[in-house]
């Protein structure tokens, strides 16, 4: 096992749209293995809604029964932001080639990202088409047809939304907890 595709995002909530994704990467032949990476604090964001702990336990659940499929506590454990480089950095220990997944939406950021000259030197981008964004040439694009926000669930929790495995845990912590944003 020499490749990963590091699939990595706050997942606040986990939604339909994230097990798309793993399910087109598990498509990809020179994959070896999914890295799903729950981060402790995204780094462009002030807050959470639930605790990486509890992300964690979701995320666990809706892949516990895929082959290859691996959640990682590597970010949730350090407690703080992390930037991409460092997960990146820490992996290459153990893997020859990562395949780094990354939402439509963040390529307009891309270059504010933490060092990231140096990333792009050890990456391969794989993006996931997101609300009609142009995907530039030089970037793997990934088939996949699920438009969800986690940011627009969190205003307006839909069960349907929702991976089954947890969908009414997911649901009612949202809920119960008035999970809006500013």
């Known amino acids: ?9 706050s997942f606040d909530p986990p ?26 604090l995204n780094p462009f964001k002030s807050n959470f809604y639930a605790p990486s702990s509890l992300r964690m336990k979701w995320l666990k659940e809706i ?5 290859n499929v691996e959640v990682s506590n590597y970010e949730a454990l350090q407690e703080k932001q ?24 963040n390529l307009a950021s891309l270059h504010m990202w933490n060092r990231y000259e140096e990333l792009k030197e050890l990456v391969t981008f794989i993006i996931a088409p997101r609300d009609a964004i142009e995907i530039p040439k030089g ?11 986690s940011t627009n669930l969190r205003e307006k929790v839909e069960i349907s939304k929702l991976p ?5 845990e997911i649901y009612n912590f949202y809920k119960e907890n008035h999970c809006k944003t500013q």
């Open 1 to 9: 096992m020499d490749t990963i595709a590091l699939f990595g995002g």
């Open 15 to 40: 939604h339909i749209g994230h097990e798309a994704i793993v399910g087109a990467l598990r498509k990809f032949k020179d994959i070896d293995k999914i890295i799903v990476m729950p981060t402790f």
């Open 63 to 67: 892949f516990s029964e895929y082959n």
């Open 82 to 105: 992390v930037a991409t480089i460092e997960t990146v950095k820490h992996l290459l220990k153990s893997y020859k080639k990562i395949y780094l997944v990354i939402g439509a939406d």
């Open 139 to 149: 970037f793997l694009r990934l088939n996949v047809d699920e438009n969800i926000s």
């Open 164 to 168: 089954k495995k947890c969908a009414k």
